[in-house]
């Protein structure tokens, strides 16, 4: 009997010691141990049917701009190396000009905004060999003339021209000023929610450009303080049009390179409008504007005469919601193009000729296309990528311009994505699920054919074997009031249905958004694979509102954010509570930003389903939140108080009564810290109890340094201790 006690004892050691060597840690997940290999910044050229991938050797601490032939996938050349250029920093990212034979590389970048920077800018002849570093100071976006022979760059809120054979600048623009005016790249609010920088565009001919200026005069301003390492701290102030207040005065600009001349163009039948996209046609004096007006409920396509500034309208989009900006435009080679849109209750694409005239509707169904690839003219074959293979995952298509001839060319279900050759003979695909790491093919463009695999990830593969994760269980979720929702559930991995687990649920929740995809894991699903190791069954619920499911599902929260987004959160809740294993008092809410205000909301709204909230980033009033974001949900607050009201957090801190903790940033330039401030504020005078944490200098991302390590300690230990 000894020797069997004994002999189990050392098992159980065994056991105990190996089951420790398997656990996920969280200085894995944030010391990159399960990263996958990608294929950086992959480029098709244009004129070769090749492609270029920025490639990092570890050996000599060097960067590459290797040359790769699409049909054997075999490098031809290396473009450039920084070994053998001590002059030249790491390479951040790079663009060729028209012929493919001049690489402009930006190194050094400061972070702006999300996604504005400045850098040093270094130009590399191919042919020749010679690298030279453009400027002496740091500018933004500069961009080649389809020629080859100029390049535009913006500095200090003005554009400027460079003429590559004289070596010399001479200025566009000349009233640029911070905080004032903003020549040819967007303000603060454009860039964060129509998602673009470059708002300069040259002509085919490379003899105009278009620019559209910021009047930031009359906008209010917003400042943070910088506490950073200095006896006093520092303040930065920009203009930030929160909801109903004043916006920008954007105006379209022409200049001309030959005379040195610009024409404003006359918008004057509109008042109090966007311009959230410019592109010239293949005519290279036909200009086409989007305008859109405040509510976000009408776009305009317009055609502007380079030369007269003559405007036409092209094309009308209205909604009872609101119309979505995508950069799918697309001129064919007779300047007709491809349009997409939700008009018929789905994404689908479209073709109009130059006119504007509907020719016919390309894709039909009750499913979303996600992403277009681009047109053959050869064949006549259109390349997209749709969820028609089920809302969570994703495939890549194509299909005549005719609309006929359908054809699936993703095989593996999960998320397929293609960069396609520049004769669209082959694609890389780009392909994962919640099984399977990221790993890339070339395929036949035709058939949909693996010709050769690329990357596969094995190495992670094999190394997640030894942590024996649990599978993340997909299925639709139905609630008590029926509706229908898609939901992943993680349980743990030595599950025992007799006994009665902790939930954590995680969501985002914003409009159009997705967390239930068929996808390789993120850092917050290691997150949770740990948080199973301790316990804690995990599950994600996208509900109304989100995205992929038809324009009725996602805009079904207009002008109320967070009344069935918070309504169908707590229904799931309920029914996850119902399950015999699942102990219903405990469950939990985490989420950040729009996922922030969620998990605020359910702790609130629903105190006798929660027990524990943590919010990270949120908006706690839609009141403080920008103009462009806000409206488009939810008109101003002058016309939609209630709507704004009823629904945020902040206006119902007297129902608090489980666990709740605030985290934020001092420097998040997005949601700003005001909205967690003015919730403590509320917080103490309803005489609630709480807990926080402020990040000093943290933008909306809250990283740096060991600070995602810290900040993801915090967020378990409250967990463990709270749930």
């Known amino acids: 009997m000894n020797k069997i006690i004994k002999s189990l004892f050392v098992f159980l050691l065994i056991s105990i010691s190996a089951t420790a060597q398997q656990k996920i840690t969280l200085e894995e997940i944030w010391g990159g141990a399960f990263r996958t290999q990608g294929m950086e910044e992959l480029q098709s050229l244009k004129n070769t049917n090749q492609y270029t991938v920025l490639n990092f050797d570890r050996k000599t601490r060097s960067m590459q701009i290797d040359l790769y032939d699409y049909a054997t996938l075999k490098k031809v050349a290396t473009l450039i190396d920084t070994k053998?250029?001590?002059?030249?920093?790491?390479?951040?990212?790079?663009?060729?000009?028209?012929?493919?034979?001049?690489?402009?590389?930006?190194?050094?970048?400061?972070?702006?905004?999300?996604?504005?920077?400045?850098?040093?800018?270094?130009?590399?002849?191919?042919?020749?060999?010679?690298?030279?570093?453009?400027?002496?100071?740091?500018?933004?976006?500069?961009?080649?003339?389809?020629?080859?022979?100029?390049?535009?760059?913006?500095?200090?809120?003005?554009?400027?021209?460079?003429?590559?054979?004289?070596?010399?600048?001479?200025?566009?623009?000349?009233?640029?000023?911070?905080?004032?005016?903003?020549?040819?790249?967007?303000?603060?609010?454009?860039?964060?929610?129509?998602?673009?920088?470059?708002?300069?565009?040259?002509?085919?001919?490379?003899?105009?450009?278009?620019?559209?200026?910021?009047?930031?005069?009359?906008?209010?301003?917003?400042?943070?303080?910088?506490?950073?390492?200095?006896?006093?701290?520092?303040?930065?102030?920009?203009?930030?049009?929160?909801?109903?207040?004043?916006?920008?005065?954007?105006?379209?600009?022409?200049?001309?390179?030959?005379?040195?001349?610009?024409?404003?163009?006359?918008?004057?039948?509109?008042?109090?409008?966007?311009?959230?996209?410019?592109?010239?046609?293949?005519?290279?004096?036909?200009?086409?504007?989007?305008?859109?007006?405040?509510?976000?409920?009408?776009?305009?396509?317009?055609?502007?005469?380079?030369?007269?500034?003559?405007?036409?309208?092209?094309?009308?989009?209205?909604?009872?919601?609101?119309?979505?900006?995508?950069?799918?435009?697309?001129?064919?080679?007779?300047?007709?193009?491809?349009?997409?849109?939700?008009?018929?209750?789905?994404?689908?694409?479209?073709?109009?000729?130059?006119?504007?005239?509907?020719?016919?509707?390309?894709?039909?169904?009750?499913?979303?296309?996600?992403?277009?690839?681009?047109?053959?003219?050869?064949?006549?074959?259109?390349?997209?990528?749709?969820?028609?293979?089920?809302?969570?995952?994703?495939?890549?298509?194509?299909?005549?311009?005719?609309?006929?001839?359908?054809?699936?060319?993703?095989?593996?279900?999960?998320?397929?994505?293609?960069?396609?050759?520049?004769?669209?003979?082959?694609?890389?695909?780009?392909?994962?699920?919640?099984?399977?790491?990221?790993?890339?093919?070339?395929n036949d463009s035709k058939t949909g054919k693996e010709l050769q695999s690329i990357k596969k990830n094995e190495a992670l593969s094999n190394k997640l074997k030894s942590y024996n994760l649990p599978s993340k269980e997909f299925f639709e979720l139905t609630t008590e009031k029926g509706h229908k929702l898609n939901a992943w559930i993680i349980k743990p991995k030595n599950f025992d249905a007799s006994k009665k687990y902790p939930v954590l649920m995680h969501q985002y929740s914003g409009p159009g958004s997705q967390q239930v995809d068929n996808a390789w894991n993120s850092s917050d699903d290691y997150f949770h694979y740990m948080l199973t190791q301790e316990g804690y069954i995990v599950v994600t619920v996208d509900g109304r509102g989100t995205g992929y499911k038809g324009a009725e599902f996602k805009k079904c929260t207009y002008k109320e954010l967070g009344k069935f987004e918070v309504e169908d959160q707590i229904d799931a809740a309920k029914v996850i509570g119902s399950y015999p294993y699942v102990d219903a008092s405990r469950i939990g809410i985490w989420g950040w930003s729009y996922g922030g205000f969620m998990s605020s909301n359910c702790i609130l709204k629903g105190n006798d389903v929660f027990k524990t909230a943590i919010a990270v980033a949120p908006v706690t009033t839609w009141r403080l939140y920008d103009s462009v974001y806000t409206e488009r949900f939810m008109q101003t607050p002058q016309e939609n108080a209630s709507g704004y009201d009823e629904n945020s957090p902040i206006n119902h801190v007297n129902k608090l009564k489980g666990n709740y903790l605030l985290i934020h940033g001092t420097a998040d330039d997005n949601v700003h810290v005001q909205n967690t401030m003015l919730m403590i504020d509320a917080l103490v005078k309803a005489n609630k109890q709480f807990d926080w944490a402020i990040y000093p200098d943290k933008n909306h991302g809250i990283y740096g340094g060991p600070t995602r390590l810290q900040l993801y300690t915090k967020i378990k230990n409250y967990l463990l201790e709270k749930l």
């Open 84 to 442: 053998n250029h001590t002059d030249l920093p790491m390479i951040e990212s790079y663009t060729f000009n028209a012929k493919e034979d001049k690489i402009l590389m930006a190194c050094n970048s400061d972070q702006i905004y999300r996604h504005s920077f400045t850098a040093d800018y270094y130009l590399y002849d191919i042919s020749t060999k010679q690298l030279t570093r453009l400027f002496d100071f740091k500018v933004q976006e500069p961009a080649f003339s389809p020629d080859g022979n100029k390049i535009v760059y913006a500095k200090d809120n003005n554009l400027f021209l460079y003429d590559l054979q004289t070596k010399s600048s001479q200025p566009i623009t000349t009233d640029g000023k911070k905080n004032a005016v903003i020549n040819g790249i967007t303000d603060w609010v454009y860039e964060e929610e129509f998602a673009f920088v470059k708002a300069f565009d040259w002509n085919a001919s490379s003899t105009k450009i278009a620019f559209i200026r910021f009047d930031e005069t009359q906008v209010p301003e917003f400042s943070m303080d910088i506490y950073g390492s200095s006896l006093y701290p520092t303040q930065q102030v920009f203009k930030y049009p929160k909801a109903g207040e004043k916006n920008a005065l954007v105006s379209l600009h022409i200049y001309d390179v030959a005379t040195q001349k610009t024409q404003k163009i006359n918008f004057d039948k509109y008042s109090d409008f966007y311009i959230p996209r410019i592109k010239w046609t293949h005519e290279a004096n036909t200009l086409s504007a989007q305008i859109l007006n405040r509510h976000q409920n009408n776009l305009d396509l317009v055609f502007v005469d380079g030369t007269s500034g003559q405007t036409k309208l092209i094309l009308n989009e209205k909604d009872k919601a609101y119309v979505d900006v995508t950069d799918n435009l697309t001129f064919l080679k007779d300047n007709s193009f491809i349009w997409t849109s939700e008009k018929d209750g789905f994404n689908h694409i479209y073709h109009y000729d130059k006119s504007g005239k509907l020719k016919n509707q390309v894709t039909k169904g009750n499913w979303e296309v996600t992403n277009y690839y681009g047109f053959n003219e050869k064949t006549n074959t259109i390349f997209y990528q749709s969820v028609e293979n089920g809302s969570i995952n994703r495939d890549v298509y194509s299909i005549k311009l005719n609309g006929s001839g359908k054809k699936r060319l993703s095989t593996l279900t999960g998320t397929n994505a293609a960069t396609f050759s520049p004769n669209f003979d082959f694609y890389i695909n780009t392909f994962s699920n919640a099984t399977t790491p990221t790993q890339y093919s070339l």
